[in-house]
Structures are given as C-alpha cells and as structure tokens.
C-alpha cells in the first residue's frame, strides 16, 4: 500500500530541516511546483514516477530511493528507520549545495555592480580627460 501521506510529511520535515521553500526545491529537482505542492500536501490524484520521487530525494540531500521508501512503508536508505532523518553528511551536504547557489547569486551581483560602476567611471573620467586636455591646451 502506497502511503502519499507519509512522503508529504518526509519532504515537509526535511525542507523546515534544511531550510529550503517550494521554489528551492523545485529548482534543485528541476520538478514543477505545482507537483511539489501535491506531493507536500498529499492530494496528489495520479501516481509519480519513481524518477520524479529520486530527483526530489536527491534535491533534499537523500539517496535517490529515499522518497520511494517511505512510499512504501519500507525502511529507507542509510540505515535510517524514520522519514525525515538521514546521516549528518547528506545534512551538511545538502547545506553546502544552497551556500553555493547563494555565493553565486552574490558574486552575479557583485559583478553587475562593478560593470554598471565601470560604466560610470568611464564617463566620468572621459569628461575629466577632457576638461583637464581643454584646460592644459
């Protein structure tokens, strides 16, 4: 027997854990929010693939059949006996996949800063360049 309600509570465990939103997830499972939204409140009228189920695994840091498991009422991996428990380097590991996506999102910040400043600069100095060669000439 297939126990929808049992992944709804995994997933929702581990996103708080994490913490991680919808989108996040969404965007780490490469996994529509709408089915997000199904799964975590488990009023989900159609079966997901398994492939669905291992990317989301995956995007909260659980071996791939995690979710699968808990579907099923079976033990899931890593030695785990409970939904929403996992070892502390998945933990870790799932943190240090967000910290990267931030640490990105700020150096694409950063840059655009300093692209957009350069441009300033560049017009700023040509019109000192300028002043300063009709002055001195």
Do not use: F
């Not at 997901?48 to 995690?66: E, K, V």
């Not at 009422?73 to 785990?80: F, H, L, V």
């Not at 409970?82 to 700020?106: C, I, M, N, P």
């Amino acid at each position: 027997m297939e126990d929808w309600q049992a992944v709804a509570s995994a997933m929702n465990s581990r996103m708080t854990e994490l913490p991680m939103t919808q989108q996040e997830l969404a965007e780490r499972s490469k996994v529509s929010v709408a089915t997000l939204r199904e799964l975590q409140y488990a009023t989900a009228t159609r079966k997901r693939s398994a492939r669905t189920l291992a990317a989301i695994s995956q995007a909260l840091g659980w071996p791939d059949d995690y979710l699968r498991a808990v579907l099923t009422g079976s033990a899931p991996p890593s030695g785990s006996g409970k939904a929403g428990q996992t070892d502390g380097s998945s933990l870790v590991l799932a943190r240090l996949d967000q910290l990267h996506a931030e640490v990105r999102r700020l150096a694409d910040a950063v840059e655009r800063i300093a692209v957009d400043v350069g441009h300033g600069d560049k017009d700023t100095s040509s019109g000192c360049t300028s002043k300063r060669r009709s002055t001195g000439e």
